[in-house]
């Protein structure tokens, strides 16, 4: 089967780096993915890795290591307007095209 | 084109009532998703069709949720006597797997249709 841990809440401060990590289980891979959801809002896709390394977006970033089936998510310079929920999916499933999301981090923002 | 759509944005219901929820993707994308989601939770997978087929459904879905996208356009979710525990938010999403991100098979969800059974 498959399964994706990640933790429930993270809190940081206005303007510091904060990482979210998430540990997958999957009978096969085919790639990490990141959403984030802001309260009453549909999830937005944000990163993905397919490769290890680290993949830059902007102030995000999102890192893999498929030896460790780990991953993380790194905002930095963080705004207020960063607090949101934020979850790992990985392609899973015979097809490789079913999605399978993380229980989800909720990440708040401090001034 | 607006992105996904769903109808209805909210539905309430009594017990043992059915109902329908509809899904229009993204015109150009031929992969549809159906998933729901409870407070606190990510969300869960329920099935999955590549143009008018359905290629997966999960087992954790009951003989009671049906869905179906006849003409692998819109497609439309079915609950039949609804249980307090369907109580959720529905959400739908399309994907394509032509594109700069092809690999990520990136997922466009709409707003949901949230679902109170009383």
């Known amino acids: 089967g498959q399964s994706l841990e990640q933790p429930s809440e993270v809190t940081a401060v206005e303007g510091a780096i904060v990482q979210i990590n998430c540990t997958y289980q999957?009978?096969?891979?085919?790639?990490l993915s990141w959403y984030q959801q802001h309260d009453g809002g549909a999830p937005t896709f944000l990163s993905y890795?397919?490769?290890?390394g680290l993949e830059e977006t902007g102030r995000f970033s999102s890192f893999l290591s498929r030896s460790d089936s780990y991953g993380y998510l790194l905002l930095q310079e963080l705004q207020m307007k960063d607090s949101a929920s934020y979850f790992c999916a990985v392609r899973a499933g015979s097809s490789a095209s079913k999605i399978i999301f993380g229980s989800g981090t909720r990440l708040s923002i401090r001034p | 084109d607006t992105g996904v759509s769903q109808n209805p944005r909210h539905k309430i219901t009594k017990r043992g009532q059915n109902v329908t929820f509809r899904c229009d993707p993204i015109?150009?994308?031929?992969?549809l998703y159906w998933y729901r989601q409870t407070l606190g939770q990510g969300p869960e997978f329920l099935t999955y069709?590549?143009?008018?087929?359905?290629?997966?459904k999960s087992r954790l879905l009951s003989d009671r949720f049906s869905a179906e996208r006849p003409k692998g356009s819109f497609s439309t979710l079915e609950i039949q006597r609804t249980e307090q525990g369907d109580s959720a938010m529905y959400l739908c999403?399309?994907?394509?797997?032509?594109?700069?991100?092809?690999?990520?098979?990136?997922?466009?969800f709409g707003a949901g249709s949230r679902l109170t059974v009383l």
């Open positions: 999403a399309s994907s394509t797997p032509t594109g700069a991100a092809s690999g990520a098979n990136v997922l466009t």
């Open positions: 069709f590549q143009n008018e087929a359905q290629l997966e």
């Open positions: 015109s150009e994308h031929n992969r």
């Open positions: 999957t009978s096969g891979f085919y790639g």
């Open positions: 890795n397919a490769l290890d």
